[in-house]
Nanobody, 120 residues
Framework: QVQLAESGGGLVQAGGSLRLSCALSGSFFSINTMGWYRQGPGKQRELVAA???????NYADSVKGRFTISRDNAKNTVYLQMNSLNPEDTGVYYC??????????????WGQGTLVTVSS
């Protein structure tokens, strides 16, 4: 069974930093894109940042210059370094991966989510 395991959420004051980690486990052929989405209170889930297997990155405008996504392909792990956090960054952060299965199907995998709370 392919699954994502997230860690690193918590409570932080405005201006602080957090680092999220997410590791993919199970049987699969390859990982394409890995990334992070978030869902704030009363909001829709939105893309925060993503990174391709080649290292190309994409960020939401609201986090550019503050968040950095990185990836360790050898460990099947993606990280999200979040700096200068503000209360608008509060939400459940979900790890996401686009993989090729052993049968070479393309499939999305979602983590269970980790809560990030930024106090003012």
């Amino acid at each position: 069974q392919v699954q994502l395991a997230e860690s690193g959420g918590g409570l932080v004051q405005a201006g602080g930093s957090l680092r999220l980690s997410c590791a993919l486990s199970g049987s699969f052929f390859s990982i394409n894109t890995m990334g992070w989405y978030r869902q704030g209170p009363g909001k829709q889930r939105e893309l925060v940042a993503a990174v391709t297997v080649g290292g190309s990155t994409n960020y939401a405008d609201s986090v550019k210059g503050r968040f950095t996504i990185s990836r360790d392909n050898a460990k099947n792990t993606v990280y999200l370094q979040m700096n200068s956090l503000n209360p608008e960054d509060t939400g459940v952060y979900y790890c996401h991966a686009l993989i090729s299965t052993v049968a070479l199907w393309t499939r999305e995998v979602w983590g269970q989510g980790t809560l990030v709370t930024v106090s003012s």
